[in-house]
């Protein structure tokens, strides 16, 4: 009988030790949440040549994930990285790859280097470049503001399928906890 007593009551006193003396971490993501969330606005593009991929507004991309950097045409190896990084927590997701759309607002009128086109805007990496108007500019850089320390041409964000930026990775995020939260948010989000 006391074995049988002590048996109903062992997970009863497991579940008070976890709760009071192993507590998780509050925080269990690797990048910055954007609170409040922010919504897409309307930012005019301009048409760009010799790519393959492109879109007239961040708009037609509703419903998929977003991956956005923001650079010059210049892109330095800096921007090279990210948009490196962007490709690859794309093709990291397996099946999951297609709810996903890398993208890169081009914020001059300078031309894009041939060997980054040929590199990321193709059907494999996916990347879509769109050229941010000037007058759009001003627009882009309030949404993408997220605090005074950060510059947004050195940040990877995260919009979700109904437009609302809502996470950023600084350039100190590793890409392995990048990969983890994409994997996560797409396992358990039910939109996109």
């Known amino acids: ?8 009551l062992t997970p009863v ?21 954007v609170t409040p969330q922010k919504d897409i606005p309307i930012i005019s593009t301009v048409k760009m040549e010799n790519t393959i991929l492109s879109v007239n507004n961040l708009q037609e991309l509703k419903g998929k994930w977003l991956f956005i950097i ?3 045409a ?8 990210r948009l490196y990084i962007i490709r690859q927590l794309r093709n990291s997701q397996g099946k999951e790859a297609n709810r996903i759309v890398p993208v890169w607002l081009i914020t001059d009128d300078k031309q894009v280097n041939p060997v980054i ?3 990321y805007n193709d059907y494999l990496a996916a990347v879509k470049f769109v050229r941010i108007d000037k007058q ?20 990877i964000y995260i919009v979700d399928p109904n437009q609302h ?19 996560k948010l797409l396992k358990w989000s039910r939109i996109g």
Do not use: Q
């Open 1 to 8: 009988m006391l074995i049988m007593l002590l048996m109903c």
């Open 13 to 33: 006193i497991a579940s008070y030790a976890a709760y009071y003396f192993f507590k998780p971490s509050a925080k269990n993501n690797h990048g910055t949440l």
């Open 70 to 72: 923001a650079n010059s």
């Open 74 to 81: 210049e892109c330095d190896e800096a921007c090279a990285k």
């Open 117 to 119: 086109t040929r590199a």
């Open 136 to 155: 759009s500019l001003n627009s882009l850089e309030n949404w993408l503001y997220v605090s005074s320390n950060h510059d947004y041409k050195n940040n």
């Open 165 to 183: 930026l809502m996470m950023y990775y600084s350039k100190e995020h590793e890409p392995k906890g990048m990969i983890k939260d994409i994997t």
